[in-house]
């Protein structure tokens, strides 16, 4: 496994990207996050990894003796399992089976136990899974639990939200991304909102999709993690897998040819930024970055956005985390 360098985590890049629409859209290209590691170093999830880790350490529960266990769809996974090999811990990772071979293989880098749950079960059951496995033995294992931690969200609130507010020298009016455990919403709302930003939230409108992280949080049946807060948005819609892909499709094309202005490289130099920002050449992001651009899309088609309005979406991760999925795998080698 390649060494973690946690000084590696936050302060990512800010990129204006060529959405199609009239407001200014930047993205902010969480994959930097360990960008120095294999298969697209990290993602959005590598700060919560090491927030909930640091958090665990600070509390004395990261003993020699007991395993770190994380149900993931993948990217926290890999941020576990990085994180925590390099604290020196062993970890174990659920997931369901048709995670992204791009993020098992992150996982795998960092050498930890994989443990698959057929994904034909529901989003839930890699959930039920873990959660099973550390009540039958709850000495064993060590659980950070992202879906319950308030470290998720609190990370995001305390990095996230104030280096867009610094990034875009305060212009930033308005802030859209889609909820999986609803950590990175609610921690930039909270850092945010109180500065006048609004925050526009997007789930997909059912159970069944295929927008990786994501999840489908309104229902009788829906599990709602407990770091998802409602009332932290000021708006919330659907977004479906097709429209989703259709704006990693349309983003690509719109870069093909063109540079990605950088705002602001972060920690990194700007030559550093621009080698990784492409895949193969192509500017391929992850399925709940094109996600955020369709609501980006259907808010300044509706009025709601405007001329004058300074949009941020994050990137979560980059498209190389999918080559078993379209609309990546003509993309990615």
């Known amino acids: 496994m390649a060494d973690v360098d946690p000084s590696e985590v936050g ?33 959005v999830k590598t700060r919560i990894g090491k927030a909930m880790l640091d958090a665990a350490a600070a509390r004395g529960d990261l003993t020699s003796d007991r395993t770190i266990i994380e149900a993931s769809s993948g990217n926290t996974g890999a941020a576990v399992a990085r994180v925590g090999a390099a604290m020196g811990h062993d970890v174990e990772i659920v997931l369901p089976d048709n995670a992204g071979r791009g993020k098992v293989a992150a996982i795998r880098d960092a050498g930890a136990q994989l443990r698959f749950v057929d994904a034909d079960e529901g989003y839930d059951a890699f959930v039920a899974d873990c959660r099973r496995l550390v009540d039958d033995q709850p000495d064993e294992y060590v659980y950070p639990n992202q879906y319950e931690n308030p470290a ?19 212009e930033v009016t308005e802030f859209v991304a889609g909820a999986g455990t609803g950590g990175t919403l609610v921690g ?34 829906a599990f709602v993690p407990g770091t998802y807060e409602p009332d932290a948005l000021d708006a919330r819609e659907y977004v479906a897998t097709d429209a989703a892909y259709e704006y990693v499709r349309r983003l690509r094309r719109r870069h093909e040819d063109t540079e990605i202005p950088i705002r602001d490289a972060g920690q990194w130099s700007r030559e550093f930024v621009r080698s990784e920002l492409r895949v193969n050449g192509e500017f391929l992001v992850g399925p709940s970055a094109g996600g955020a651009l369709a609501l980006v899309d259907r808010l300044a088609t509706r009025g709601t956005l405007g001329a004058g309005d300074v949009v941020v979406v994050p990137l979560p991760d980059r498209g190389d985390r999918y080559p078993d999925r379209a609309p990546y795998a003509d993309y990615v080698e």
Do not use: M
């Not at 959405?19 to 360990?34: C, I, Q, S």
């Not at 996230?160 to 875009?168: H, M, V």
């Not at 709302?189 to 999709?209: I, K, T």
């Open 188 to 221: 930039v709302s909270h850092a945010l909102r109180p500065r006048g930003v609004r925050v526009h939230g997007y789930e997909p409108p059912e159970s069944d999709h295929d927008i990786a992280g994501l999840k489908h949080v309104h229902g009788p049946e």
């Open 11 to 43: 302060r990512t890049p800010l990129v204006e990207v060529d959405a199609g629409v009239v407001p200014t859209v930047y993205g902010k290209a969480e994959w930097f996050n360990l960008a120095t590691l294999p298969h697209g170093g990290g993602s």
């Open 152 to 170: 998720n969200p609190a990370v995001h609130a305390g990095t996230t939200g104030p280096e867009i507010w610094t990034q875009t020298d305060g």
